[in-house]
């Protein structure tokens, strides 16, 4: 069983479009995040969530819109897809705020054309 | 600014040598730790140093953290192949509520 687990795992669109990307994680944890790689492997936290509400709000575009249905779940949606949101975005989880170890989902490479 | 800082930014290393790699960070934490990735696939969760500890062990893995001069370091003794990977030290900003904050990592090639 995965633990958090993220689709799609490839994303390949063009500028404009509107993309969602899922994550589900069955460990029963309270938070859960969206975190962004870049091509230099540099990972920023983009959102988090604990049980379903929104704590952490980095400076993301606000073209991003994270959505929390349950708390095993974290969305983010992406319109107006631009070529510098190319990137690889993972979301993880942990039992509890800040300060608990991470658990991650495998990421979701998005290559926008 | 991002908290942690890895070094070296590379490093490769035959089957059976050491790895060393730092860690320095610029706040007050309340514990560090340190994530391993492999190619295409996500950040695993290696070990967690509190910030009242100096040393802590897992395996073959020995971190070390010095709060006085805000650094740390991950040995990985006996190296093997399959430790070829990206390790990454997180810390927390030292308030409630906030999430981990990554380095870029160190790249480790480990050859047979």
């Known amino acids: 069983d995965t633990a958090v687990s993220q689709t799609p795992k490839y994303l390949v669109t063009q500028m404009g479009n509107d993309k969602s990307i899922k994550c589900e994680q069955n460990?029963?944890?309270?938070?859960m995040y969206w975190y962004k790689q870049d091509s230099k492997k540099f990972l920023k936290i983009m959102f988090s969530?604990?049980?379903?509400?929104?704590?952490i709000n980095e400076t993301v575009p606000n073209r991003f819109s994270p959505k929390s249905p349950d708390k095993a779940h974290l969305n983010l949606h992406i319109n107006s897809l631009e070529l510098g949101d190319s990137a690889v975005y993972f979301c993880?989880?942990?039992?509890?705020?800040?300060?608990?170890?991470?658990?991650f989902g495998s990421g979701t490479q998005l290559s926008v054309l | 600014s991002q908290q942690g800082e890895e070094d070296p930014q590379a490093l490769s290393i035959q089957e059976g040598e050491n790895a060393t790699m730092n860690c320095s960070y610029k706040?007050?934490?309340?514990?560090l730790q340190w994530y391993r990735q492999n190619s295409g696939r996500g950040l695993v969760h290696l070990i967690l140093?509190?910030?009242?500890?100096r040393e802590k062990h897992s395996g073959r893995l020995r971190v070390t953290l010095d709060t006085s001069k805000k650094s740390s370091s991950l040995l990985i003794t006996a190296s093997r192949a399959a430790d070829t990977a990206s390790y990454f030290c997180?810390?927390?900003?030292?308030?409630?509520?906030?999430?981990?904050?990554f380095g870029k990592g160190t790249t480790l090639s480990v050859s047979s």
């Open positions: 969530y604990n049980n379903k509400e929104l704590i």
């Open positions: 140093i509190r910030s009242n500890e």
């Open positions: 460990l029963g944890h309270d938070t």
């Open positions: 706040t007050s934490i309340n514990n």
């Open positions: 993880a989880s942990s039992p509890s705020q800040g300060r608990a170890k991470l658990f």
């Open positions: 997180a810390t927390d900003a030292g308030q409630a509520g906030t999430a981990l904050i």
